[in-house]
């Protein structure tokens, strides 16, 4: 469709779904500044060249994976074994999917794909929020606003630590990554008004503290399916209260 032939009303509705996502993520794009200044510390002292460590935040911009490749290829383990369980670690993102796919499986492919690449932890809490609150046919440009200013932020912050990786000797031990669990405990708090979002909450925790020992992060998988689990018995059992 041509530029010139989409009404005035639309590009501004557009316009402001777009921008309302930017504002939306602002809070956090703070959580997760320090975690992108982490990873490109790590990146370089794990030998990775700043080249590399900078493409993979542009190339596959999944801060946990990025964190676990990282520690993987600093560890010398053998390509398969890194892909694999970054794999297992973003699979999480089907999720996401699962929940957004309603709201967007009208949108053409070409818009999906982009939307699916810039898809964080971050913007889908946003846009999960925003979707559940009224609104026209132009909601995934907010969804679109709040993944751009994500990606933006984490090139941004890659390359800061990246540049300053050389001049600090542990960056792990600056405990600076604690800001994004912050983040997200914000996120989730305020959401958390019903008994089944409450259940789900709790035994998604209670398993992610059990299973904490599992290998690759394995256990927060656990703990995100059994949350889902025990939500929708709970929604099923006492209603939606």
């Keep these: 469709m041509q530029a010139s032939s989409i009404p005035p009303s639309e590009t501004k509705s557009r316009r402001a779904e777009f921008w309302a996502g930017v504002r939306a993520t602002i809070p956090l794009l703070v959580g997760a500044a ?75 492919r070409k818009v999906l794909l982009p939307l699916g690449f810039w898809l964080t932890d971050e913007s889908f809490a946003v846009a999960a929020k925003r979707y559940n609150q009224p609104g026209g046919e132009e909601r995934h440009w907010f969804l679109l606003g709040s993944e751009l200013a994500m990606y933006l932020n984490w090139q941004l912050v890659t390359w800061i630590g990246i540049l300053a990786g050389r001049a600090i000797s542990d960056p792990a031990a600056w405990g600076l990554d604690f800001a994004m669990v912050v983040t997200f405990i914000g996120i989730m708090v305020p959401e958390v008004k019903t008994r089944p979002s409450l259940l789900a909450v709790l035994v998604a925790g209670g398993t992610a503290l059990l299973a904490q020992d599992l290998p690759h992060q394995a256990g927060l998988l656990l703990a995100a399916l059994l949350g889902i689990l025990a939500g929708v018995l709970a929604e099923r059992s006492l209603g939606d209260e």
């Design 34 to 108: 320090p975690f992108g200044l982490i990873y490109g510390a790590l990146a370089v002292a794990s030998r990775l060249s700043p080249l590399a460590a900078a493409a993979m935040s542009a190339f596959v911009f999944a801060g946990s994976a990025q964190f676990i490749a990282v520690g993987l290829v600093g560890a010398g383990a053998a390509v398969p074994i890194i892909i694999l369980t970054t794999f297992v670690v973003n699979l999480r993102h089907m999720l996401y999917s699962a929940t957004l796919a309603p709201h967007m499986g009208q949108l053409p």
